[in-house]
């Protein structure tokens, strides 16, 4: 099979292009700024709309995961309109280049499309995004709804860093490794994701051409800071050092939800690689570590 990964650098798709290689699938790596780990490399542009379509039509690859975005939701509220250039026009034209290709498309989305009042929130309910980069990953659902799978997620993190960054459970680890205290929200509920369970999940949609809008995260619903001394605890480190904080004392300039927690009730049927609860998925990552 012929993957081709946009965000090939990022958390997601690297561990993505790493696990379909090691299966054995041809992977291609689509990257704009940082050279990808795993697969070749393909220069690639969502501002550009004509490059977008000259390299899909190129490769004509049987399956597209689109994992990469303007993630950053702070500067996705400063900068809307390059926002919709490249989570929604971006989206348009892949999805547009997918369908003349006949390739199988995975639009990787986000728990940010709910407004957080209810947490555990099922694929069918509706969606309310209190931010804009919440409201263009929504936006782009709408290009990928006949064409494959979308994948919701929720903060993802893993064992390297990725595209330069360094995710939520990485800085976490450093932080109380080197010995300093960390302030971590009480307020803000999540389901985290092991970005090694997000591809598995995603390859296997992929290859069971599974169709819809799946909610791919972590199983178990916990508060920033429960999941900062879970994973302190995993790793047999002081959780003294994990100061209690608030949504309200961080200053964000966008708005988040309180809790965008997903249901994962349909994927933990459908799927054989399951969503892992909190306590396997932290075993997994202290393996990967240590």
């Known amino acids: 099979m012929r993957i081709f990964i946009t965000g090939g650098s990022g958390l ?8 379909a290689l090691a299966r054995g699938e041809q992977v291609y790596s689509g990257y704009a700024h940082n050279q990808p780990p795993y697969g070749k490399e393909v220069k690639f542009d969502l501002l550009d709309a004509n490059g977008i379509r000259d390299t899909i039509e190129r490769m004509r690859p049987d399956v597209i995961v689109h994992s990469a975005a ?6 996705c509220e400063r900068k809307k309109d390059l926002a919709y250039r490249i989570n929604v026009e971006g989206t348009r034209t892949i999805a547009e280049a997918a369908r003349k290709a006949g390739s199988y498309l995975v639009y990787i989305s986000t728990d940010y499309v709910f407004d957080g009042q209810r947490g555990l929130y099922r694929e069918e309910e509706e969606t309310n995004p209190v931010s804009y980069y ?3 990953k929504l936006l782009g659902e709408q290009f990928c709804l006949d064409q494959g799978c979308i994948a919701r997620t929720c903060v993802i993190y893993g064992s390297r860093p990725a595209s330069g960054k360094v995710n939520f459970a990485l800085w976490l680890l450093n932080a109380l490794k080197s010995g300093k205290e960390v302030r971590v ?3 803000q509920f999540i389901t985290p994701t092991l970005n090694s369970n997000l591809a598995a ?4 949609a992929a290859n069971r051409n599974l169709s819809g809008i799946y909610h791919l995260s972590g199983a178990a ?15 047999d480190i002081d959780r003294r050092l994990i100061i209690p904080s608030q949504m309200s004392d961080i ?9 965008s927690s997903l249901d994962t009730s349909k994927a933990s049927r459908t799927l054989k690689n399951r969503p892992l609860n909190l306590y396997e998925s932290l075993q ?3 393996d990967e570590i240590l």
Request: proline residues 2%; charged residues 30%; glycine residues 6%.
């Open 221 to 235: 619903r916990v508060s920033r800071y429960d999941f900062a001394c879970e994973l302190a605890r995993a790793f």
């Open 185 to 187: 929200v009480t307020d």
């Open 201 to 204: 999940m995603v390859l296997e």
């Open 284 to 286: 997994v990552l202290r």
């Open 134 to 136: 919440g409201l263009s």
């Open 70 to 75: 303007l993630t950053d939701v702070d500067r």
């Open 251 to 259: 200053g964000w300039l966008a708005r988040r939800p309180m809790d």
């Open 12 to 19: 997601a798709g690297s561990k993505l292009a790493e696990m």
